[in-house]
């Protein structure tokens, strides 16, 4: 797994229209539940994934009177991703050179992420929460699947049925416990 970035989100309950009862938040990559903070992207610190290099950065982009709402979350991604089904290297942008994770950190899981659109910055669709499809996987209370091997099945699964389209990613997701 390849450290990636650090990301602030603030982590929404399951919504209605998730009818999956595991599920209690949603921790998912994408940003279509949980989400930034306003303006993120226009702050300009963050690399070409969407996420910051620095744990100081992510915090910065929090306003100081919302902070003790929003959760820092790293990401890692596999070294691969799935295209039809089969698996292809992944290819980092050169900006993506985050610290090294600092203790504090706890595994949540695994998400899988559709990407399509270069010009779309990060990670599009988790299917997992976007599409409902928790229902049809064994996810935890954070709406992540628990094992590797898991996400991959997903991964290759999402890019042969295209629930969003793109290429599928796993990412391992990790928050900084307060």
């Known amino acids: 797994m390849i450290l990636c970035g650090y990301f602030p989100k603030l982590v929404d309950t399951r919504p209605v229209w998730l009818a999956e009862p595991r599920v209690e938040e949603v921790c998912s990559v ?3 539940v949980s989400d930034g903070p306003d303006d993120w992207i226009g702050r300009w610190l963050h ?3 969407g996420w910051f290099n620095t744990v100081t950065d992510a915090q910065s982009i929090v306003p100081a009177d919302e902070a003790p709402r929003y959760r820092l979350f790293a ?4 070294p691969s991703f799935y ?4 698996p292809e290297p992944v290819s980092l942008p050169k900006d993506v050179n985050p610290e090294p994770l600092p203790p504090g950190f706890v595994s949540l899981g695994f998400d899988v992420y559709s990407k399509w659109m270069d010009s779309i910055l990060g990670p599009e669709h988790s299917p997992l929460s976007c599409n409902s499809m928790a229902s049809e996987f ?6 992540l699947l628990a094992t590797l091997d898991d996400a991959r099945g997903a991964a290759a699964r999402f890019s042969v ?7 599928y990613y796993v990412a391992e997701v990790l928050e900084l416990q307060r």
């Open 30 to 32: 994408s940003n279509c």
């Open 47 to 49: 690399n070409w994934l």
């Open 75 to 78: 990401y890692r991604l596999a």
């Open 83 to 86: 295209r039809q089904g089969h």
């Open 138 to 143: 064994q996810v935890n209370r954070h709406c």
């Open 161 to 167: 049925e295209q629930p969003e389209a793109g290429d």
